[in-house]
């Protein structure tokens, strides 16, 4: 069966499926108890649980889980807020497999049929949820909203869009990749293309190469068979650190629509050549193997750092290196934009060519951007690194977090936050070498910057900068 391709008009509802889960418990809730503070929510928020649990026991998960994630991000709890929010919440338990399940949300849902079914479990799952919610006639005119990750290669994604589609159109897939909801990613769309100093030197005559560094300063945790059976590579670059990439890279959208930014991000994809294994490096730390879950000899990869290109005429010839690890020596996510080394110049005091000029977009934690310039040292007459700086919470005040910003994009029917079939399957292309033929994995030191080797793929261009860690 297709479905109606009419824009979904009633998206008032929100069903979640996985909300008893880890997922639910540090993101979700706290996202819905933020979108009730702003009395963004519309309508019921359904929860899909497991036939061992009822009403109340999800009420109290509910209370727990934002009262954790608020201590956690150091906010009180508003009571008033809380009792709204859990007043909106339904139940609906049973079998996700199981017909009756989806019977018992139709009655539940009533009228309000249309809504969106946001699946928040292994994927595994997403075929047979969709199908069911079709069946009941609850596919018709909804937004199904899917987590990551999106297949685990090529074949696996198309073969799950695929699927997807013969109950839903693409419009009506929301695809997640909470990074799209992260202010910064926003924020530098506005600082490249809403001031005319940015563009004219944003391409390859100007920039000598891109620097991406994901690094997270704590391991894998309660995680280890999800992240075993994952790896780095898969876990935060196809997704993530390749959508930052494309934010950075893209030509300027052009129109208001939700494919505007969608388009010009897919075509950076298109013009990225298969990575090459020879530009990757695997590390994998020091006490991985004791962690729960991990199998015994286990190969995955903790720790990335790879090159890849784009050959169009912004880009041809300037590398991108990306690099994104566990147990590293600090928690940062950074793109650093290197421009080319000035010519040396005797009148500076400066006997070689002087340092380039750098724009830093910090993503994690406490965004900004830092431009590092050169200016002269007040001691001596030479130049001396020196960074201007913009925190975006400290200039322009709090903004939202990113799951809250999803939630409510999918509720009001803005698309243009999720990530497209293409994409999905044009970063998986671009990936494949490396998912085909990793190189073997290095050990490294928790707390370090993962293994020396990372630093060969740079020689002869440039060496890793120092990530923009401390304020
Ligand atoms: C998730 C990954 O998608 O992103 C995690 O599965 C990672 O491994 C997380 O830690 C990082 O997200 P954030 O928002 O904390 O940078």
Known sequence: MVASRSTPQDTGTLVVFGITGDLARKMTFRALYRLEHRRLLPGPVVGMVAPDWDHQRLVERARQSVTEANRAAGEDVDEAVLARLLDRLRTVSGDYGEPDTYLALAKTLGSAR???????????????????????????????????????????????NEQLHEVLAEEQILRVDHFLGKEPLLDVQYLRFANSLFEPVWNRHHIAAVQVTMAENFGVADRGSFYDATGALRDVVQNHLLQLLA????????????????????????????????????????????????????????????????????????????????????????????????????????????????????????????????????????????????????????????????????????HSLFVREDAVEETWRILAPLVETPPVVEEYEPGSWGPQSADTLLRGLSSWHDPWTAR
């Not at 010009?264 to 879950?293: E, N, S």
């Not at 500076?348 to 000029?357: D, I």
């Open 247 to 414: 934010t950075m890279a893209m030509d300027p959208p052009s129109g208001a629509t939700d494919d505007a930014v969608r388009d010009q991000k897919v075509d950076v994809f298109r013009a990225m050549p298969d990575a090459d294994p020879a530009h990757y490096v695997r590390g994998q730390y020091r006490g991985y193997l004791d962690v729960d879950g991990v199998a015994a000899g286990s190969t995955t990869e903790t720790y990335v750092a790879l090159r890849v290109d784009i050959d169009n005429w912004r880009w041809s010839g300037v590398p991108f290196f990306l690099r994104a690890g566990k147990s590293l020596a600090a928690r940062v996510t950074e793109v650093r934009v290197v421009f080319h080394r000035p010519p040396r110049l005797a009148f500076l005091g400066e006997p070689t060519r002087p340092e380039p000029t750098q724009i830093v977009l910090r993503v994690d934690p406490d965004p900004g951007l830092q431009l590092v310039v050169l200016a002269k040292d007040p001691a001596r007459p030479a130049p001396r690194r020196v960074p201007l700086e913009l925190l975006f919470g400290e200039a322009l005040g709090q903004f939202d977090e990113p799951y809250e910003r999803l939630l409510h994009a999918a509720l009001v029917g803005d």
């Open 114 to 160: 249309r809504g969106v079914f946001y699946l928040a479990v292994p994927p595994a799952l997403f075929a047979t949820i969709a199908r069911r919610l079709a069946e009941v006639g609850l596919a018709d005119g909804s937004y199904l909203m899917v987590e990551k990750p999106f297949g685990h290669d090529l074949a696996s994604a198309r073969a799950l």
